[in-house]
DNA sequence: AATGAATGAGAATTCATTCAT
DNA sequence: CATGAATGAATTCTCATTCAT
């Protein structure tokens, strides 16, 4: 029998690091951070307790991972062209994205807002939260800029906001909240 | 010694209440609710442990209750004349007034975006928090009909969001936030 | 009824700090620290697991606190006069009372010197240990520099590890150790 | 290829047997047999934890054979004839290589005081402990005997005592305690 | 009313050991 | 022979809540 290669192996750890974190952003998400117990997350994964420290060092780390792995995912929607540059259709493109991504991950959007709100929580995700965002803030502002809106930071800041609170309802009302017509809106405001 | 009325009782009872409600929520807003223990709150109180649940059921009943007052205290300043009809100044009234308990209230607010993002937290304060916001988006949807905005509907959604996005906003990062700025953008939006 | 004073309580507190010590001091010299677990101690004092947790902020400040006030039982012995000088007959009653001590304490010495031994425990001895032993030197060398010793620091040093020695012998096999013989030979060989 | 030879097998073996026991040496007296873990002692080793069992049938074991490779390594010095009688200059070389051991073993000598003083460290290592000291003991007696010490028993013990208690005085600060000059001492006391 | 000692369930984490590959 | 993923029992410690005084 041909031995297992090294690749394999690590393909092999790697989705069931994959298995684990998606347990652990469903019960997160569903009964919070504090509420969900490594056993919980450990039986929803169908594995030992035991093996989460296998992979994450502590529950933090894996509380970590999972944010930032959903915050990565959403921002590659970002800037597509990787040159700093914002054009009208990638905006465009971005506002589409961002609320299709609002629609099927908000299982990560109800952790993210909990992480900003939870001071605690916010605690161990930390500065890199920050390293990730601000590059974002800045490429809008030079949007707004070359696009003769008025106050470019300004209109920064109040578009980050307008879709954190898009957001936030969403999530506190799936059923009701008419997300697609508010995105019509809020492409109509900035495009 | 003439014998204490039974009114003095019930004040004495109810600044000892407000005493502790306010240490909950400058505890609760500063390390969260779930890494603030019954015991810091009582030493920063000045009382005993057991004393708490003289006055509170739970630690649950005191953040409902810290939660409530605060939602109360930000709800008498939407339209005054109680008569479900908004008017421009009114609203102008209401945005300035919400800009200034989102500075003076931030840990109220703190808690109040905790308590929205953490499920289980939502599940004790529970339906009672929908009974008053679905008024006051009545009363907004009212509003944006009358000044014949395009969708009421959505408009009042869009209004609610921005204004949470910005208190979310201003949480994170009160330092570097240009509170000032953007309640006029928003005051030039809606009025 | 009279209401018990604070001092009363504090009498209470005392007593059970000493009961959790001793059952702690028995079962650390049974089956060694590391092999005690707070549940062992909680049962053995009659009380839950977290009461221990109101009287020591954890298992390593209970050793502490078990290890120093044996220490500290032993070094009254010393020096009675605390003059800082130490005449023939008092080494002659410190002689004798460290050998009485050696066989009441037995529990002791087993747990000092595991802590001597164990270089976590002795870590979380730390340098309060030297503080106090090294006075007890100072004043030994004293003594034997007064009475004509010719190296009195190897002297003290030799003393000192005699005592040690014959401690951890009678620890080893207290049954067939001979301990009163061993105090004859000792006494007789430094006064 | 040609086939190995069991003779190199076994070679391989015992080779990497003695690596572990090594590693297991060293990591035991720096972090004590407790906070030492099998995956450190497989690290230290660049092995695998699970080869480690196929060498030693727990860490229990492991110890045990540390222990007494240590015992027997120091036991060779004594009674070089193997006669059963020890000559003057026969205990003089033996205490001199004992210092001389103390010295370069100290890694040893941390454990077996460890394992002395640890009730379930000593069960571990059990009564073959005895077994091999007991000679010993036996062999000085009859060396005070001969050499007309008034208590060769007592003699017997404290000889014992004193150099268990020089080592584990050195083992505690070996920067400053004076080996060589206690060595001398001794000497001068014994023969 | 007021206290704080006491409880005990439950949390995160560690680690010796096993076993499929 | 060699690996290291996987297990699960055991450990320390926390904390909301109760209750005798």
Known sequence: ???????????????????????????????????????????????????????????????????????????????????GVL?????????????CIIETDISFWKIYFSVLSQPQVLKIVGEKFWEIVNPVFKILENYFERNNFKNPKIETRLFGALLDGICINYILDPENFPLEEIKQKVIELYT
Chains 1, 2, 3, 4 share one sequence.
């Open 87 to 99: 054009t009208k259709t990638e905006l465009k493109f971005f506002i589409e994205e961002t609320f």
């Open 1 to 83: 029998m041909a031995p297992r290669t090294s690749k394999q192996f690590e393909e092999m750890r790697e989705s069931k690091r994959k298995l684990i974190m998606e347990s652990a952003l469903k019960l997160f998400a569903k009964h919070g951070f504090f509420d969900t117990s490594i056993n919980m997350i450990s039986v929803e994964a169908g594995i030992s307790k035991g093996l989460m420290y296998n992979y994450f060092k502590s529950k933090e780390d894996l509380l970590r991972s999972v944010v930032f792995q959903g915050i990565n995912k959403f921002l590659v929607l970002f800037d597509p062209d990787h040159d």
